[in-house]
Nanobody, 125 residues
Framework: QVQLEESGGGSVQAGGSLRLSCAAF????????MGWFRQAPGKEREGVAS???????LYADSVKGRFTISRDNSENTLYLQMNSLKPEDTGTYSC???????????????????WGKGTQVTVSS
């Protein structure tokens, strides 16, 4: 089992930045792909970005050039640096871990096995 705990959410104005962190506990050796997902009120959860153990990354088109995902395997921590934030980035951001590589997991939430409870990000115009 893997436990995930997010931190770093908050409220910012459009154009601002936030950095999210996700600490992993437990059987971290079973982690493969790790990713960030978000869900806005009334909308379905969407994949934001994923990163493999070898550092290969995948981003949703809506965040390319603005968000950067990274992971520190030695510290068992996942990060999401979010710049040039827009009101449409508002939502609950959750980190997730898959037992598979990102080439399989992609940004499909069904392919992720472990989830954090989420942290709220609010961007005002």
């Amino acid at each position: 089992q893997v436990q995930l705990e997010e931190s770093g959410g908050g409220s910012v104005q459009a154009g601002g930045s936030l950095r999210l962190s996700c600490a992993a506990f437990g059987d971290t050796a079973s982690r493969g792909c790790m990713g960030w997902f978000r869900q806005a009120p009334g909308k379905e959860r969407e994949g934001v970005a994923s990163v493999d153990q070898d550092g290969s990354r995948l981003y949703a088109d809506s965040v390319k050039g603005r968000f950067t995902i990274s992971r520190d395997n030695s510290e068992n921590t996942l990060y999401l640096q979010m710049n040039s934030l827009k009101p449409e980035d508002t939502g609950t951001y959750s980190c997730a871990a898959s037992r598979r590589w990102c080439a399989y997991a992609r940004l499909d939430s069904l392919n992720y096995n472990y989830w954090g409870k989420g942290t709220q990000v609010t961007v005002s115009s």
